[in-house]
């Protein structure tokens, strides 16, 4: 069975609360406005802000992999820090 890293895990769950929150804002604005045609946009600002997200959970909580080098680990062998 497939299992998701630590960072896959924190990025689907905030993508998901962020997508969420993005339908339901969507579908209260059109239903007590009326007003569809400027709310659509909601979508896909969040959307893009998920993405964004995501790009940055799995930058922060990069998780090290067996036999793979940190990044830092090999600037400072190169550079003989």
């Given at each position: 069975?497939?299992?998701?890293?630590?960072?896959?895990?924190?990025?689907?769950?905030?993508?998901?609360?962020?997508?969420?929150?993005?339908?339901?804002?969507?579908?209260?604005?059109?239903?007590?406005?009326?007003?569809?045609?400027?709310?659509?946009?909601?979508?896909?600002?969040?959307?893009?802000?998920?993405?964004?997200?995501?790009?940055?959970?799995?930058?922060?909580?990069?998780?090290?992999?067996?036999?793979?080098?940190?990044?830092?680990?090999?600037?400072?062998?190169?550079?003989?820090i």
């Amino acid at each position: 069975m497939f299992r998701k890293s630590k960072a896959r895990m924190i990025s689907d769950a905030i993508s998901g609360v962020v997508l969420l929150c993005a339908v339901l804002s969507y579908i209260l604005i059109v239903a007590f406005t009326g007003k569809w045609h400027p709310s659509w946009v909601i979508l896909p600002c969040a959307i893009v802000f998920a993405s964004v997200l995501t790009i940055v959970v799995n930058a922060v909580t990069r998780v090290k992999k067996d036999g793979e080098e940190d990044v830092k680990d090999t600037f400072n062998r190169k550079n003989k820090i």
